[in-house]
């Protein structure tokens, strides 16, 4: 994609048709993803490198109105495909936690539909994970009824767990779903067969992308684990995790 506008155009209301291609297209491929990481993609069309108050809240505002329409689903922070999104819950606390036409997401063809593609690099400049922020988001109960991906589960329950994309963008651990994080766990145990937790963790974080282990990326790992266990799909006894048999 190449850049639609100029910086002072994001939000004017001539633009909103475009707005709502690029919602629906990124969504399309990137989806779930973090309200403020959709945000950054969608301002990095218009030449922005930074999600301010005013250019989430439009996002926001757009995610609102397509959920509403059916289009997608909104949980905490993060923004859900409609065919795979999960009802409201809560998270277990580990860590910190529109205007214009409707229009039917853009057609995008099979080979961008991988896990970790994204449009950041098709509209840099790319900007750094690190400048992103969030919160602890809402988990749902799991669903039944899709196709199963790597993990071993339908996609409805956990999303395919997605490292660095094409630019080699790790997301930051706040914008990636808990879903996720117990994506790349169940993954794990499920090639390992059974591992120490502390293994466990430290996997999973590298199968997202990160090269270790840190005292952020703790919690986030560790809720992955701690939402697969009260779901009842693996189990952890004395430190030593396996799938529930």
């Known amino acids: 994609m190449e850049q639609v506008g100029e910086p002072g155009q994001f939000g004017r209301f ?8 690029l919602f629906d297209r990124i969504l399309a491929i990137e989806a779930p993803i973090h309200l403020e990481l959709l945000t950054r993609r969608i301002i990095l069309c218009y ?14 505002q757009l995610a609102t109105q397509a959920a509403s329409e059916g289009r997608c689903r909104l949980a ?6 409609a065919e795979a999104a999960p009802s409201r819950g809560r998270a277990p606390r580990s860590g910190r936690r529109g205007e214009g036409s409707v229009v039917a997401p853009a057609a995008v063809a099979p080979e961008e539909c991988k896990p970790g593609a994204g449009l950041a690099e098709a509209c840099a400049p790319k900007a750094s994970p690190g400048e992103c922020s969030g919160g602890t988001p809402a988990i749902a109960p799991s669903c039944e009824g899709a196709p199963a991906n790597v993990s071993g589960y339908p996609a409805r329950v956990l999303p395919p767990p997605r490292g660095p994309n094409e630019a080699g963008e790790v997301r930051p651990p706040e914008q990636i779903p808990p879903e996720e994080w117990a994506a790349a766990a169940a993954l794990v145990v499920r090639q390992a067969v059974g591992l120490p937790r502390e293994e466990l963790l430290k996997q999973a974080a590298s199968l997202l992308g990160f090269k270790r282990l840190t005292t952020k990326l703790r919690p986030w790992a560790d809720a992955g684990v701690v939402l697969l266990v009260n ?3 693996v189990q952890d006894r004395q430190g030593q995790v396996s799938f529930v048999s």
Do not use: E, Y
């Open 231 to 233: 779901r009842g799909l």
């Open 14 to 21: 001539h633009q909103m048709k475009t707005i709502h291609r």
């Open 47 to 60: 030449g922005l490198t930074r999600p301010g108050t005013r250019s989430v809240q439009i996002v926001r």
């Open 76 to 81: 905490g922070d993060f923004v859900w495909a």
